[in-house]
C-alpha cells in the first residue's frame, strides 16, 4: 500500500515560488510529525523542514528559514510546503516523511517510520 504521496514538483525560475503536497493515510498523519527532506544528485538527503502533531510546532533547516513554510492540514490528511524565493541550490528530490516526534525527524540521523517516493524540483538561474 502506497502510504505518503509527494506532488506539486516542477521546474520554476529563481526568485519563484512551489508549494509540495504530501498525502498520508489517516493512521499516519494523525500518530506522527510530518516533515520534508530533499537529496540533490550526488547529495546526502538533508533535513529540511518537519511540523508536529501539534498546531504551531515547527522545525527549520538554517538554509531554508524564512523563505520555506511548513503546514499540515488535518482534515485532508496533507502536509505541504510552501517555498518562496527559490534559489539554484534548492534543486533537488524532495520526500515526504513521518516520524514519532519531532525531534526524532529533525535528528541526526532521523528516526523516520515512513518515506515517499520524492517529488522533482528544478530551480533555473
Known amino acids: 500500500q502506497v502510504q505518503l504521496v509527494e506532488s506539486g514538483g516542477g521546474l520554476v525560475p529563481a526568485g519563484g515560488s512551489l508549494r509540495l503536497s504530501c498525502a498520508a493515510s489517516?493512521?499516519?498523519?494523525?500518530?506522527?510529525?510530518m516533515g520534508w527532506f530533499r537529496q540533490a544528485p550526488g547529495k546526502e538527503r538533508e533535513f529540511v523542514a518537519a511540523?508536529?502533531?501539534?498546531?504551531?510546532?515547527?522545525s527549520y533547516a538554517d538554509s531554508v528559514k524564512g523563505r520555506f513554510t511548513i503546514s499540515r492540514d488535518n482534515a485532508r490528511n496533507t502536509v505541504y510546503l510552501q517555498m518562496h524565493t527559490l534559489k539554484p541550490e534548492d534543486t533537488a528530490v524532495y520526500y515526504c516523511a513521518a516520524a514519532g516526534a519531532l525531534a526524532y525527524m529533525a535528528s541526526t540521523p532521523p528516526q523516520t517510520n515512513y518515506w515517499g517516493q520524492g517529488t522533482q524540483v528544478t530551480v533555473s538561474s
Open positions: 489517516g493512521t499516519i498523519f494523525r500518530a506522527n510529525a
Open positions: 511540523i508536529s502533531r501539534n498546531v504551531g510546532i515547527t
